[in-house]
T-cell receptor, first 113, second 110 residues
Framework: DVKVTQSSRYLVKRTGEKVFLECVQDMDHENMFWYRQDPGLGLRLIYFSYDVKMKEKGDIPEGYSVSREKKERFSLILESASTNQTSMYLC????????????FGSGTRLTVV | GQQVMQIPQYQHVQEGEDFTTYCNSSTTLSNIQWYKQRPGGHPVFLIQLVKSGEVKKQKRLTFQFGEAKKNSSLHITATQTTDVGTYFCAVQTGTYKYIFGTGTRLKVLA
């Protein structure tokens, strides 16, 4: 069963901590994405990557960075966590080309206290 | 920038009633995707529409792309409790990059 795996389902971190969210896909997808989901705001794109070592900013990149050293792994980094980064974080991946939807991971619910 | 409006935000229906959610864009779209997210779950890809006026069906779900490619709808016939969840449209804004609508949360009352 093909899937996108996020390392943690729930995470609680303190303000100012450096936080790593890991995402691994086993479908050989070229593209990987990080979204955050908040009530009333839908899904908002943080960063995405079309290839290994490549990254591009999404709509809300401030306070975040990413790393893609291997094709199957895409990490989201919160350099100094703040309470307004409390959210559900969703990783997704997709093939390049038309007609391919995203495959999402189960999400990481991050609480920053 | 690209904006996509999805209405309604919430919909409660009695089991057996029909349901429709609409997605509207300010610009012409190259394609549109639809996703379903069950409560506590993650979004799952349902379908992609590409052609003007395109209509696709998946069992009780009917997806339509407007003639001007600026709007789309998802219609569910005779809802069931298994249809509960949030339905999102997603529009392409760059190579393989999509932005999502705010979603329509459907509740089905048995």
């Amino acid at each position: 069963d093909v899937k996108v795996t996020q390392s943690s389902r729930y995470l609680v971190k303190r303000t100012g901590e450096k936080v790593f969210l890991e995402c691994v896909q086993d479908m050989d997808h070229e593209n990987m994405f990080w979204y955050r989901q908040d009530p009333g705001l839908g899904l908002r794109l943080i960063y995405f990557s079309y290839d290994v070592k490549m990254k591009e900013k999404g709509d809300i990149p401030e306070g975040y960075s990413v790393s893609r050293e291997k094709k199957e792994r895409f990490s989201l980094i919160l350099e100094s966590a703040s309470t307004n980064q409390t959210s559900m974080y969703l990783c997704a991946s997709s093939f390049s080309g038309q007609g391919f939807g995203y495959t999402f991971g189960s999400g990481t619910r991050l609480t920053v206290v | 920038g690209q904006q996509v409006m999805q209405i309604p935000q919430y919909q409660h229906v009695q089991e057996g009633e029909d349901f429709t959610t609409y997605c509207n864009s300010s610009t012409t779209l190259s394609n549109i995707q639809w996703y379903k997210q069950r409560p506590g779950g993650h979004p799952v890809f349902l379908i992609q529409l590409v052609k003007s006026g395109e209509v696709k069906k998946q069992k009780r779900l009917t997806f339509q792309f407007g003639e001007a490619k600026k709007n789309s709808s998802l219609h569910i016939t005779a809802t069931q409790t298994t249809d509960v969840g949030t339905y999102f449209c997603a529009v392409q804004t760059g190579t393989y990059k999509y932005i999502f609508g705010t979603g329509t949360r459907l509740k089905v009352l048995a």
